[in-house]
């Protein structure tokens, strides 16, 4: 199992930027897959962006061109940068993993019903 620790979030006004960080640990196979997703405004989790391996990085409309998701191997950490904030944005942000070997489709799927082990979330709040 992996094990996986969140910190950072907070508030910020419409156009601003946060990180969250998300420190990992346990078994991570070379296929393993990690990375974020969000509950906001009532609706159901949803994955925001995804990485396996040394694969590239996908993401949800929502998130392209604005959050980035990245890991340091060396520091055991997962990031994800929020650039251009919203207030539609608002709501709790999850890390996620999954270190077992999984398909790049199903990494890139980023279906929330998977047996992830998840983070303990970071509240984000955007204001105008």
């Known amino acids: 199992q992996v094990q996986l620790v969140q910190s950072g979030g907070g508030s910020v006004e419409a156009g601003g930027s946060l990180r969250i960080s998300c420190e990992f640990s346990?078994?991570?196979?070379?296929?393993?897959?990690m990375g974020w997703f969000r509950e906001v405004q009532g609706k159901e989790r949803e994955g925001v962006g995804m990485?396996?391996?040394?694969?590239?990085?996908t993401y949800a409309t929502f998130a392209e061109g604005r959050f980035t998701v990245s890991k340091d191997n060396a520091k055991s950490t997962l990031y994800l940068q929020m650039n251009n904030l919203k207030p539609e944005d608002t709501g709790t942000y999850y890390c996620a993993a999954d270190g077992r070997y999984v398909a790049r489709s199903a990494c890139r799927a980023m279906q929330a019903g998977r047996a992830w082990q998840w983070g303990q979330g970071a509240q984000v709040t955007v204001s105008t």
């Open positions: 990485i396996r391996g040394d694969d590239e990085p």
């Open positions: 346990g078994s991570l196979t070379t296929g393993a897959c």
